[in-house]
């Protein structure tokens, strides 16, 4: 099936910087989802995004839909020891099929 | 306020054997998906179903793997004839409607002896 490019593919930061990641998709996706998955764990919904040009935040995290609709970033300022984990895009179509970037590894070094 | 509970946590079976892993949605939920998680790498769709349908299983391997999501109870995973190269976790998000996020719970690992 399709999979979204995502990158990067890993990030190793220090303490305090901002981190930015893209998906970037062929087609066109009606909402553009992030989530962060921790090791033994489930992916666990950061952020939705639903239209075109969208800019949502949740704490210290910014996401966007991009205006194309086959891109979405998002972004973590100031980051801390607990954003450590792997992020993923997801975008869904008109056919309620969801698609997955492959990752991005966040490692942050205190 | 139960989130997605899948069981069990984690299956060991023997090359051959039968494994079946459960999936009970976020209350209200209709809709499942199910997908493989290889280690270090990305999610693999298998399949979507609705309550007693299977609305897209383009994902899901054609001989072996079966899924279904009865009027009452659990979405059930279905792998005959279990080989290695089936040791996954495996995820069962539910969404309540179209339109609406997947939300997951912490899958099953399967592992294969």
Known sequence: GQQLNQSPQSMFIQEGEDVSMNCTSSSIFNTWLWYKQEPGEGPVLLIALYKAGELTSNGRLTAQFGITRKDSFLNISASIPSDVGIYFCAGRNTGNQFYFGTGTSLTVIP | ?113
């Open chain 2, 1 to 113: 306020n139960a989130g997605v509970m899948q069981n069990p946590r984690h299956l060991v079976r023997r090359r051959g054997q039968e494994a079946r892993l459960r999936c009970s949605p976020m209350k209200g939920h209709s809709h499942v998906y199910w997908y493989r998680q290889l280690p270090e790498e990305g999610l693999k769709f298998m399949v979507y179903l609705q309550k007693e349908n299977i609305i897209d299983e383009s994902g899901m391997p054609k001989e072996r793997f079966s899924a279904e999501f009865p009027k009452e109870g659990p979405s059930i995973l279905r792998i005959q004839q279990v080989v290695r190269g089936d040791s996954a976790a495996n995820f069962c998000p539910s969404q309540w409607g179209e339109n609406q996020p997947q939300h997951f719970g912490d899958g099953t690992r399967l592992s294969i002896l």
